[in-house]
């Protein structure tokens, strides 16, 4: 039986604080323009869209679909190794954005394109917490 990833530890910076002290509080942090609209992930301090810096921060809802995947089923890099095998896959949040992420909790070939996902969270000892999928 393959170990959960020990996911390496995220850096917070002035443009990804915000998303990391939600992630820390269990929740999915993304962005909206406010002068365009556009939500955007991964953070940035300008809109990919307009170019504004008046971006806003709000709680989304966790919620997505499975837009493609991978099995990895080697990988020799720790803490990745004792994981395998393990689905990678870019979730597209129903906001808008594809997020690169794990799917956990089924097993690796039942996952299916399209397939609904929920985000949940995976902490440290320090609250540092990284967001994966799990079927919805
Ligand atoms: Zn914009």
Aim: with cysteine.
């Amino acid at each position: 039986m393959a170990r959960e990833i020990d996911h390496p530890k995220p850096v917070a910076d002035w443009e990804t604080r915000g998303y990391w002290e939600g992630a820390g509080r269990h929740t999915l942090v993304l962005q909206r323009c406010r002068s365009c609209g556009v939500v955007q992930h991964r953070p940035r301090a300008l809109c990919v869209s307009c170019l504004s810096s008046e971006i806003e921060h709000f709680e989304a809802s966790g919620r997505g679909s499975v837009w493609t995947f991978t099995v990895t089923e080697q990988n020799q890099v720790p803490p990745f190794r004792d994981a395998t095998p393990y689905v990678l896959a870019y979730v597209e949040l129903e906001e808008g954005p594809r997020l690169l992420s794990n799917v956990v909790g089924c097993p690796p070939d039942s996952v299916r394109i399209g397939m609904p996902v929920v985000a949940e969270f995976r902490s440290d000892a320090d609250g540092l917490a990284v967001p994966v999928f799990r079927p919805a």
